[in-house]
């Protein structure tokens, strides 16, 4: 099992470009998350899926999109990218409810 | 709103030392606790998960301890190494939709 995967590790982007992050997970978890961790700020929750087909906003939505067309895959969009957005960002599945939760490596992002 | 403390921010201790690491949380209606290790410029490790109903889980040298009526969980780490040194994230897990509430971590240096 390649566990949770991200996809690309590093970007750099200039300010009103857009890109699309990609978490693939190979475990049929049901609930897939997608975080950003900021020096100070922690961990906080961008966008969630509890299932294939459903999305959620989390604690820090604005400025992102997601879609989940399927079980495996958890796409992480930015329409138009600003330098609040240089980010490392996390995705993250679970199997179910109560149970342990896993992260991929991570995406380093830096808008300019 | 759920809210996860861990203090201190950094620790630095001699290689051999038996230690503990604190984390607290707000609402004790919780389901679950995790421990979660990150190495620099990496991502999460799940170290140990707590169900609410367990007090305490066990992984070689790592003993994670739960009091959910005191919203308190510790990480004993026995006889440290160098290669523990990393940052320790708790998070707990409350709500609907499974969404963990992270702690800001600590980071801890064991010195040879």
């Known amino acids: 099992n390649a566990g949770v995967t991200q996809t690309p590790k590093f970007r750099v982007l200039k300010t009103g470009q857009s890109m699309t992050l990609l978490c693939a997970q190979d475990?049929?978890?049901?609930?897939m998350y997608w975080y950003r961790q900021d020096p100070g700020m922690g961990l906080r929750l961008i966008h969630y899926?509890?299932?294939?087909?459903?999305?959620a906003k989390g604690e820090v939505p604005d400025g992102y999109n997601v879609s989940r067309l399927k079980k495996q895959n958890f796409l992480l969009g930015l329409e138009s990218a600003a330098p609040s957005q240089t980010s490392v960002y996390f995705c993250?599945?679970?199997?179910?409810?109560?149970?342990?939760?896993?992260f991929g490596p991570g995406t380093r992002l830096t808008v300019l | 709103k759920q809210e996860v403390t861990q203090i201190p921010a950094a620790l630095s201790v001699p290689e051999g030392e038996n230690l503990v690491l604190n984390c607290s949380f707000t609402?004790?209606?919780?389901?679950?606790l995790q421990w979660f290790r990150q190495d620099p410029g990496k991502g999460l490790t799940s170290l140990l998960l707590?169900?609410?109903?367990?007090r305490e889980q066990t992984s070689g040298r790592l003993n994670a301890s739960l009091d959910k009526s005191s919203g308190r969980s510790t990480l004993y780490i026995a006889a440290s190494q160098p290669g523990d040194s990393a940052t320790y994230l708790c998070?707990?897990?409350?709500?609907?939709?499974?969404?963990?509430?992270f702690g800001k971590g600590i980071t801890l240096s064991v010195r040879p």
């Open positions: 475990m049929n978890h049901e609930y």
């Open positions: 899926s509890v299932g294939e087909g459903t999305t």
């Open positions: 993250a599945s679970r199997v179910a409810d109560y149970n342990e939760q896993f």
């Open positions: 707590i169900q609410s109903s367990q």
């Open positions: 609402d004790s209606a919780i389901y679950n």
């Open positions: 998070a707990v897990l409350t709500g609907a939709n499974s969404k963990l509430t």
